[in-house]
């Protein structure tokens, strides 16, 4: 282990954990959103939108996303669709990562039993006092669990990135292998800065988890 | 309407050759599902245990599972272990030790949870019922454990089926190496290529996995119900 090396090579991959982060932060933000969109137009049975969404999650959830970014990346623009190779990285996690939560978030609004629904509606409480005050509340609190789970499975994907040559962790770590031959000092810091963007979310997220667990209820 | 370049499937042998990268995928995650299935349930029930040194050290290599991505992985096994300790390994056997370790792990860890989730009463019950500790475990326990363990481990079996993809990462010849072989083989015949094989790939990995996902799902809800 060479620690000139490793001082030399820090700010490279600084600069790639940056990158990372930000286009991960924007695909989950986006992923989010989309799920908790994809998740009540199936939880409602909205007709047509559902069935769209639903032949989108299972898409989505069915296939690597390398492939997809792939699709998106170098098919798109044969048909006339260029896509930037940020925007795309960013657009592939937030649409694998929609079907995810969107599945995570029904799954929470189903988990919610309907004589809860009931009570609140003889309590006096209009349809969007249920769904805000009682419904979403418990739904959330339900699936924190594989909420969780889910963020750190999309930050652990974007470690694909550098197949469509976005300077990430991974394509740093592979150029600088493939120029200096530093292996043993490439592969620690990759290993380090891994661990230093999802080391945190783990810990965050169980926090988070323990805090929820009072929110349930009946237990 | 552009050309959709789906035609280049067509020519010689290409969709075979699609179909060969395809199995070369398969064949890594499924005999990878083999080692993670026969190692991961022993292990799992070795975590049941209470002793500390077994919780702390499955517990380390859980988390180091459980954060590292699957690429780093692979990248630590081919590239890192080949230069410390100087052997030559194989990518396709670098692949099948990444995902057979990362497998083992997520196995490992349904079982746990599947025979953490059984009630204590249902052991107290069957031992009140006269019922040996052999009986317990095959007619009591087991069954139930199995019923909660089967829809998530073939869930499993699909997220490994879909991850096998990185390896070409490493420079395995799998599906999507081929494809980008054949695109750039016909770079001049038919520019569109790459909707058509990037597309027909998408699809060959869906039509892999999500009749696995469907039959997880279906389980699932059948064995919720009783």
Same mark, same amino acid.
């Given at each position: 282990?060479?620690?000139?090396?490793?001082?030399?090579?820090?700010?490279?991959?600084?600069?790639?954990?940056?990158?990372?982060?930000?286009?991960?932060?924007?695909?989950?933000?986006?992923?989010?959103?989309?799920?908790?969109?994809?998740?009540?137009?199936?939880?409602?049975?909205?007709?047509?939108?559902?069935?769209?969404?639903?032949?989108?999650?299972?898409?989505?959830?069915?296939?690597?996303?390398?492939?997809?970014?792939?699709?998106?990346?170098?098919?798109?623009?044969?048909?006339?669709?260029?896509?930037?190779?940020?925007?795309?990285?960013?657009?592939?996690?937030?649409? =694998?990562? $929609?079907? /995810?939560?969107?599945? %995570?978030?029904?799954?929470? @609004?189903?988990? #919610?039993?309907?004589?809860?629904?009931?009570?609140?509606?003889?309590?006096?409480?209009?349809?969007?006092?249920?769904?805000?005050?009682?419904?979403?509340?418990?739904?959330?609190?339900?699936?924190?669990?594989?909420?969780?789970?889910?963020?750190?499975?999309?930050?652990?994907?974007?470690?694909?990135?550098?197949?469509?040559?976005?300077?990430?962790?991974?394509?740093?770590?592979?150029? =600088?292998? $493939?120029? /200096?031959?530093?292996? %043993?000092?490439?592969?620690? @810091?990759?290993? #380090?800065?891994?661990?230093?963007?999802?080391?945190?979310?783990?810990?965050?997220?169980?926090?988070?988890?323990?805090?929820?667990?009072?929110?349930?209820?009946?237990? | 309407?552009?050309?959709?370049?789906?035609?280049?499937?067509?020519?010689?042998?290409?969709?075979?050759?699609?179909?060969?990268?395809?199995?070369?995928?398969?064949?890594?995650?499924?005999?990878?599902?083999?080692?993670?299935?026969?190692?991961?349930?022993?292990?799992?029930?070795?975590?049941?245990?209470?002793?500390?040194?077994?919780?702390?050290?499955?517990?380390?290599?859980?988390?180091?599972?459980?954060?590292?991505?699957?690429?780093?992985?692979?990248?630590?096994?081919?590239?890192?272990?080949?230069?410390?300790?100087?052997?030559?390994?194989?990518?396709?056997?670098?692949?099948?030790?990444?995902?057979?370790?990362?497998?083992?792990?997520?196995?490992?860890?349904?079982?746990?949870?599947?025979?953490?989730?059984?009630?204590?009463?249902?052991?107290?019950?069957?031992?009140?019922?006269?019922?040996?500790?052999?009986?317990?475990?095959?007619?009591?326990?087991?069954?139930?454990?199995?019923?909660?363990?089967?829809?998530?481990?073939?869930?499993?079996?699909?997220?490994?089926?879909?991850?096998?993809?990185?390896?070409?990462?490493?420079?395995?010849?799998?599906?999507?190496?081929?494809?980008?072989?054949?695109?750039?083989?016909?770079?001049?015949?038919?520019?569109?290529?790459?909707?058509?094989?990037?597309?027909?790939?998408?699809?060959?990995?869906?039509?892999?996995?999500?009749?696995?996902?469907?039959?997880?799902?279906?389980?699932?809800?059948?064995?919720?119900?009783?």
């Amino acid at each position: 282990m060479n620690w000139e090396v490793i001082g030399s090579y820090l700010p490279l991959f600084w600069k790639a954990m940056l990158l990372t982060l930000r286009i991960g932060w924007i695909g989950i933000i986006f992923a989010i959103l989309i799920g908790i969109l994809c998740a009540i137009v199936r939880f409602y049975k909205i007709p047509v939108a559902s069935q769209i969404a639903g032949v989108y999650i299972e898409l989505f959830r069915n296939t690597p996303l390398l492939v997809q970014l792939f699709f998106l990346y170098f098919a798109l623009p044969r048909i006339g669709i260029p896509i930037r190779a940020d925007f795309c990285g960013a657009l592939g996690l937030a649409l =694998l990562g $929609g079907a /995810y939560m969107a599945e %995570t978030f029904r799954s929470g @609004l189903e988990s #919610v039993a309907k004589i809860q629904t009931e009570s609140a509606l003889s309590l006096g409480m209009n349809k969007s006092q249920v769904v805000t005050h009682i419904i979403f509340p418990q739904a959330f609190s339900v699936s924190v669990p594989s909420f969780v789970a889910n963020i750190i499975f999309l930050l652990k994907e974007t470690s694909v990135f550098s197949a469509i040559s976005l300077m990430d962790l991974m394509f740093t770590a592979k150029d =600088l292998i $493939g120029l /200096y031959y530093k292996t %043993t000092e490439c592969l620690t @810091l990759l290993v #380090v800065f891994y661990a230093l963007i999802l080391i945190p979310v783990s810990v965050l997220g169980d926090r988070l988890e323990r805090r929820v667990r009072h929110a349930e209820f009946g237990n | 309407m552009p050309n959709l370049g789906i035609e280049v499937l067509f020519k010689g042998s290409n969709m075979a050759r699609l179909l060969g990268g395809l199995w070369v995928s398969l064949r890594i995650s499924l005999i990878a599902v083999g080692f993670s299935i026969g190692l991961g349930i022993p292990l799992g029930i070795v975590m049941t245990s209470k002793s500390p040194v077994i919780k702390v050290i499955t517990r380390l290599y859980l988390e180091v599972v459980r954060i590292m991505p699957q690429m780093v992985l692979l990248f630590l096994v081919f590239f890192g272990t080949t230069r410390a300790f100087g052997w030559n390994l194989n990518a396709e056997v670098a692949s099948v030790i990444v995902f057979s370790f990362w497998g083992c792990a997520e196995m490992a860890d349904l079982v746990r949870g599947a025979f953490i989730s059984i009630p204590k009463h249902q052991y107290e019950s069957a031992k009140a019922l006269g019922m040996n500790s052999f009986l317990v475990f095959s007619v009591i326990i087991l069954p139930q454990t199995l019923r909660r363990l089967l829809p998530l481990s073939i869930n499993l079996v699909t997220r490994m089926i879909k991850t096998t993809s990185l390896v070409m990462m490493i420079g395995v010849v799998e599906v999507l190496k081929v494809g980008q072989q054949i695109i750039e083989a016909n770079r001049t015949s038919s520019p569109n290529a790459a909707f058509g094989v990037y597309g027909t790939v998408l699809l060959l990995y869906f039509i892999g996995c999500w009749p696995i996902s469907m039959l997880s799902k279906y389980l699932e809800k059948k064995w919720n119900k009783s």
